[in-house]
């Protein structure tokens, strides 16, 4: 079955640790998303790609970071410079950038203890 | 402002109910509107795209007002299955914005 897939699930941290966030798509979607939830509040765009080696940031890029070496693969670290990084991560793809059909991983959701 | 605003509910109603609510966006140039569903601590699902002139899928149905700057989502005859919370996803200048949701509880 084609789809995105995402982990880990969940992910605990120490303050001043990096971690990083794994998405894999088989869809041969050539653009791929990471948004950050948080309670009350709409989907943020951290960063996106729409096509490999090549990725913009989004609203909320401060303290993380990416890279897009495969069609793949999109993933995604949370730095230690992120003050505020418990969150639901998503990450998503699309056919083309900017359409709205967006094609979700089941999430990531870390905790900074 | 925020780009796209919801009522945040919940809307708790019996099974059968019909219940409606509404999205209202801020960029008049907004070019396409969506409503996704999310389930408890899971990813958004597409629901629906909203066209110009409403269309229904099912139970659902979805009316975009341009004027105004609001769409709406409305279920009938509502399922135990329903209970969700719907975002409204707004295209503008080839950006997405999400709303915070609103959530829906339909009860036995």
């Known amino acids: 079955d084609g789809g995105i897939t995402q982990s880990p699930k969940y992910l605990f941290r120490k303050e001043g640790q990096n971690v990083t966030l794994s998405c894999e798509q088989n869809?041969?979607?050539?653009?791929m998303y990471w948004y950050r939830q948080d309670p009350g509040q709409g989907l943020r765009l951290i960063y996106y790609s729409q096509i490999v080696n090549d990725f913009q940031k989004g609203d909320i890029a401060e303290g993380y970071s990416v890279s897009r070496e495969k069609k793949e693969s999109f993933p995604l670290t949370v730095t230690s410079a992120q003050k505020n990084p418990t969150a639901f991560y998503l990450c998503?793809?699309?056919?083309?950038?900017?359409?709205?059909?967006?094609?979700f991983g089941e999430g990531s959701r870390l905790t900074v203890l | 402002r925020k780009e796209v605003e919801q009522d945040p509910g919940p809307f708790n109603v019996p099974e059968g109910a019909t219940v409606a609510f509404n999205c209202t966006y801020s960029?008049?140039?907004?070019?396409?509107f969506f409503w996704y569903r999310q389930d408890c601590r899971k990813e958004p699902k597409l629901l629906m795209s909203v066209y110009s002139s409403g269309n229904e899928d099912g139970r659902f149905t979805a009316q975009l007002n341009r004027a105004s700057q609001y769409i709406s989502l409305l279920i009938r005859d509502s399922k135990l299955s329903d209970s969700a919370t719907y975002l409204c996803v707004v295209n503008g200048d080839y950006k997405l914005s999400f709303g915070a949701g609103t959530t829906v509880t339909v009860r036995a």
């Open positions: 960029n008049s140039a907004s070019q396409s």
């Open positions: 998503a793809s699309s056919i083309l950038e900017g359409t709205g059909e967006l094609f």
């Open positions: 869809l041969n979607h050539d653009a």
